[in-house]
């Protein structure tokens, strides 16, 4: 049986070189879906814009019969459902989510998978209950070290056949900042089904993978998990036998709105000479951002752009503004964030075989025309 | 300058056989997205999984400042504040909306532009005013033919600079069934930012590109329209001198809800043995749903599957169920609808230069497993 699995569910690879974005691919690119940088102007991204990956299928579920459980390593193992969920005291955090693998498709050789080109992020405002609250009270015992999620979502991956799970180290999941919630509400509103509709995990500043949706069940165990999800997938490898080291927090990344207006098939962008105002949001999972800097002329010159004050969402992107006189001809803008604790972004590709956690610049063509 | 532009914005083009969808493609199929399939169990589509096309930019609109003006040839020209809009008696009305590039990067050879598999359909609750009653309202002049409408989404497209515009016959814009709206709301909530923001036109029957978003201007002529997306796009050609037929009502097309679960790359089905419910929607533009046919077996050999009845929404999907006894092994599952017009799904691909109106059958890999 694993044999006839294997025949439709093959190894992670490379794309060959000049191989185009196979059919596979595209069927993931046609589900899923990034955030339209445009939207880059919200502060909260709208329902229906922020980026969504579902590995496997959205699952059929409804409020009312669903039932979260806390059980292993606790003195008193739990069953919740959304009513009593609801119940406890809420909080809302506002929280920049990423996919680990956005920028892959850029990437030489191109491990092939869903294909996000730069666009894999969103901020939501998300509510719900703290997981050290549920953690409290069902009471953790002394020899747990990780919790384990399990979401309702079922698949195949790699031939293993799988529900979605991952696990946080229990520093991970008690810490009070970033706070780890069990969030019902996006944005003010019941969860949408692709974002985990009714529960999910937030885990502010770890890329999406983290953020187990359609939860329905919390473990605590007393081993390192090793799910496909925490020990196959979601790794920094250099070879199939690199164990490599874990994707976890989020690199620094700037994006910019793209300026003017887009040709409809190349997104190549136009605009007229002049004053361009430049604009975007900032973001990084391990320190605020404290340097954001464009660069209009592809020559290697960086200027420093002006971020928006600190509004206390330490965990959510940060706008910033530039200005740009264009001069007719053909230009390549780009812009790069650096955090507080130094990390910054890569001019030439970090390459991994998995395509994660790869924060290249972003270059945008822009046709600058002749006066009227 | 036009060579300027011509640089960037090229034109129309097939793919040459075996090539890969390239990254223009993908930069379209990262922004756009269709309906997760699973998502065809929601009799209305959820936000954020009705799909979506933008031809352009999603503009930065407010709905407290936008104006629809109604002008040309009327006696009485109109300028309307969305609480003018409001204030008028409105209606709602259920429809299928599908793109007319539905399928197209099934196609060989395939159009280079928006890839879709086959995914690309919603189906929404839009509340808005008749356009017959803002018409009546303007008072239209016995010399007008057609009338233009003009969105706030601006681009270049196949070397053309243009707001987007598209035109209805007079006898459709003022039809009584299929009655056209300027919507402001999508299953009772204001439109989402993509789907047109603060006002769209609504055609029930045709396909998107008739449901012109971001609605700034309604104008009466006396002429037929020419612009870009009536006369050099959406047209069924076979060559590009041909001057074509222009793309209207919605081609019949059934889908089914992908049973079982998914391998994550492959997207092949995997089920187990024994009885599979098999159940999707179906929907034409042209005349109410009156047959849907499935194939389990990929032998030619067809089977008609239970229709729900009809619930009043002449322009909505239908839902549909049957019954499937999979034996371990690899299946093909397929699916087609015939309307009352006697309009059916082709087994072989209708081909165009710009992959329109495209309605081949679904094809569903599946792969039984043994029993455990």
Request: glycine share 10%; hydrophobic share 40%; charged share 20%.
């Amino acid at each position: 049986m694993d044999g006839r699995i294997g025949d439709i569910s093959t190894p992670g690879r490379l794309a060959e070189p000049d191989e185009g974005v196979g059919l596979d691919e595209l069927a993931l690119a046609a589900r899923n879906h990034g955030l339209p940088l445009e939207a880059l102007r919200y502060d909260l991204t709208p329902a229906g814009l922020h980026y969504v990956l579902v590995h496997y299928d959205i699952p059929a579920a409804e409020a009312d019969d669903w039932q979260l459980t806390v059980s292993g390593l606790v003195r008193t193992p739990l069953t919740l459902d959304m009513r009593r969920l609801r119940s406890l005291p809420a909080v809302t955090h506002r929280v920049t989510m990423e996919c680990a693998g956005n920028g892959r498709a850029r990437l030489q050789p191109r491990p092939v998978s869903q294909p996000w080109l730069v666009e894999a992020v969103g901020t939501a405002e998300w509510t719900g209950v703290p997981l050290r609250t549920l953690l409290a009270g069902a009471g953790v015992e002394p020899d747990a070290v990780e919790a384990v999620f399990t979401g309702a979502d079922h698949g195949v991956e790699r031939g293993i056949e799988q529900d979605y799970q991952r696990s946080l180290p229990l520093s991970s999941a008690l810490g009070e900042d970033p706070e780890v919630l069990v969030a019902y509400e996006m944005n003010g509103l019941p969860l949408p089904p692709q974002h985990g509709y009714p529960l999910r995990l937030i885990v502010p500043g770890w890329y999406g993978m983290a953020h187990v949706k359609w939860l329905r069940d919390i473990t605590l165990t007393d081993t390192a998990f090793t799910g496909f999800q925490q020990a196959v997938a979601y790794r920094l490898r250099q070879s199939p036998d690199d164990p490599g080291e874990p994707v976890e927090r989020i690199a620094p990344r700037a994006l910019m709105i793209p300026p003017g207006f887009p040709d409809f098939m190349s997104r190549t962008r136009v605009v007229r000479p002049g004053e361009v105002p430049l604009e975007g949001r900032a973001w990084s999972g391990h320190a605020p951002v404290t340097r954001v800097e464009v660069s209009t002329d592809d020559d290697g010159s960086w200027s420093e752009a002006a971020i928006d004050p600190p509004d206390g969402h330490g965990w959510a992107w940060r706008r910033w503004r530039a200005a740009w006189s264009a001069t007719p001809g053909s230009h390549v803008l780009s812009v790069r964030a650096t955090d507080a604790d130094g990390r910054t972004q890569p001019l030439t590709q970090p390459w991994n075989r998995g395509g994660f956690a790869n924060n290249l610049v972003q270059q945008i063509s822009v046709l600058c025309l002749e006066s009227d």
